[in-house]
């Protein structure tokens, strides 16, 4: 992955398919935090297999939600208790976190349980003052998506058929949210 450049960015790399990666990950960042910060997680990676009812694949299940769900859950509770009031977890959903296609099953499932993930945080989180979304921002423009295209210019044609802006999105108007 390419190392974010923005000012007071602190860049960690982890094998996010294994949850003890991240926890040790969360355990280095929460060192390097002061008591009562304002820490803002996003929990953004994916894994984005193809597979099926006829062709289900548990390791692609086991990756997708180890990278969605059991890392996230890690890195999060080794940062909660330094992050003070304002702080915020977010997640980075899908248009597949309340809907499915077919041969995406680990993906979708995964991303249904970043909602029910969120959901439980928040209740986890009620009155602590750190605040949990899922931001679903639909089909963006990443190398992901990119790699699924046979045909990249029919398929993103089929695909702006379903985004109200008429477009793919671009990555960085949801970074600027």
């Known amino acids: 992955r390419t190392p974010c450049t923005v000012e007071g960015v602190v860049n960690h790399k982890a094998d996010l398919m294994d949850p003890a990666q991240a926890a040790k990950a969360g355990d280095h960042i929460a060192e390097g935090l002061g008591n009562d910060s304002v820490v803002c997680l996003v929990h953004n990676a994916a894994s984005y297999d193809s597979d099926s009812a006829a062709y289900f694949n548990a390791n692609n299940m086991t990756n997708a939600m180890a ?47 970043v909602v029910g993930l969120m959901r439980s945080y928040a209740q986890d989180l009620f009155g602590t003052g750190v605040h949990t979304a899922v931001v679903c921002p639909g089909f963006t423009d990443t190398p992901m998506l990119r790699r699924t295209m046979d045909d990249p210019e029919a398929t993103g044609e089929f695909i702006k058929s379903f985004v109200s802006v008429g477009r793919l999105i671009d990555a960085q108007e949801i970074a600027d949210l």
């Open 67 to 113: 990278i969605s769900i059991f890392s996230p859950g890690a890195l999060t509770s080794k940062l909660l208790p330094k992050m003070d009031r304002g702080s915020s977890v977010l997640f980075v959903g899908s248009t597949l976190s309340d809907k499915a296609v077919a041969d995406r099953a680990s993906y979708a499932t995964s991303k249904h349980a």
